[in-house]
């Protein structure tokens, strides 16, 4: 059981209030901007939540990894339009380990008010190998030059900044000569396509063209980028596990309601032991999940200079897969309900389906997995 203390208690009981009051109902929800709602987001970030964790000296509450869990689950089961947080907050983890004191207090800053940014790593032949990544910076008089495209990029279309991960030179090692750099989306050079998917508008195709940023705007060291990135891992993961146990714990929530309210054969269907047992396996393998994400994310509070590969990595492969289960399964039980675009559910299929192909594959979670076990 998750011992929560009186005042994430508070803030968990703080946003399923907001969750309920501004997209409680069907009709709400549908007058919102799809997928990421400017002024929901930055009425959130006036409350304090989106700089949840963002130390309090960059306008943030100083909160921990259990606190950005916390937010990531109680928003995505509420159904507050805003997927442009989660990768704001892997952006804002790189911009505090490795920016300077300007750039720290410029985009924490930005991102704790409710500036969304995005990170840009996937190239069309650099997916799961990403270290196989062509976009390049070359440095001309005191300047970046970017050249490339990147693509899968999320939230990149409401983004204020990208987080490029780019090439700066030709090592030995793939993983060698990668660096990190922050660029305006509206910097001449810049062009941002979306890419239509079953969940909507949530990612796009970007293209660097001759696009010149200051030096400056390098973020940690040049050609340390691979390193930079491997060392935001355990919160990258926890972030989609988190986000995906809300999707998880909302979808279980309303097939519960409708098994307990639909009647066949003269009583409610989840009075019959098909149905009974289904929901005590769901609600089982949901509450593995919750334990498996808090867990790491105490871990990770406990020790935030150490990497847990395995840790994270089962986080983000269980949580995902058992979203996936449960909102299919969900499907199942509502029967052609569960498949009308009048429910949720549909969407929740939809949302969860790409869950275990973003943020590391599942089958490179498992691979990381395996590999700590010498294999």
């Given amino acids: 059981m998750l011992a929560l203390t ?22 709400q929800r549908e007058a919102h901007a799809e997928g990421h709602d400017p002024d929901i987001y930055r009425r959130i970030a006036e409350l304090g939540w989106v700089g949840v964790s963002i130390p309090e000296a960059y306008g943030g509450g100083g909160g921990s990894v259990v606190d950005v869990c916390l937010l990531l689950e109680e928003t995505t089961r509420g159904l507050l339009p805003i997927g442009a947080m989660a990768v704001s907050l892997i952006v804002a983890g790189a911009v505090e ?23 840009a790593m996937s190239e069309p032949e650099a997916g799961s190998d990403v270290g196989s990544l062509q976009c390049r910076a070359e440095r001309r008089n005191g300047s970046y030059v970017l050249n490339g495209q990147k693509t899968w990029i999320t939230g990149a279309h409401v983004a204020t900044q990208i987080l ?13 000569g990668i660096s990190m750099i ?17 969940g909507g508008r949530e990612v796009n195709d970007v293209f660097f063209t001759d696009c010149v940023v200051p030096a400056d705007a390098l ?8 390193t930079q990135l491997m060392s935001g891992l355990n919160v990258e993961r926890l972030i989609i596990a988190a986000n995906m146990l809300g999707l998880a714990q909302r979808a279980f929530d309303d097939v519960l309601s409708y098994v307990k309210e639909r009647k066949q054969f003269g009583k409610p269907i989840g009075s019959f032991q098909a149905i009974r047992h289904r929901i005590a396996d769901l609600a089982t393998e949901l509450e593995v999940c919750r334990l498996l994400t808090y867990d790491v994310a105490q871990r990770v509070d406990a020790d935030p200079a150490r990497m847990f590969p395995r840790e994270a990595s089962m986080a983000k492969l269980k949580v995902t897969e058992v979203v996936k289960q449960i909102t299919l399964e969900g499907m199942q039980m509502m029967g052609g309900y569960g498949y009308a675009t009048e429910y949720d559910m549909e969407g929740f299929v939809r949302t969860a389906l790409v869950s275990s192909i973003y943020g590391g594959t599942n089958e490179i979670q498992r691979d990381i997995i395996a590999k700590t076990f010498a294999l």
Avoid: Y
């Fill in 6 to 27: 009186d005042e994430q208690q508070a803030f968990v009981e703080a946003m399923r209030d907001f969750a309920a009051r501004e997209c409680g109902t069907r009709e």
């Fill in 97 to 119: 380990r490795f920016g300077t004191e300007e750039q720290k207090q410029e985009i924490l800053g930005s991102i704790a008010a409710g500036n969304p940014h995005a990170i």
């Fill in 164 to 176: 490029l991960v780019c090439r700066t030179s030709r090592e030995e090692s793939k993983h060698q």
């Fill in 182 to 198: 922050m660029v305006p989306t509206d910097a001449e050079g810049v062009e941002i396509r979306g890419i239509e998917t079953m």
């Fill in 219 to 226: 973020l940690g060291e040049e050609g340390n980028g691979w």
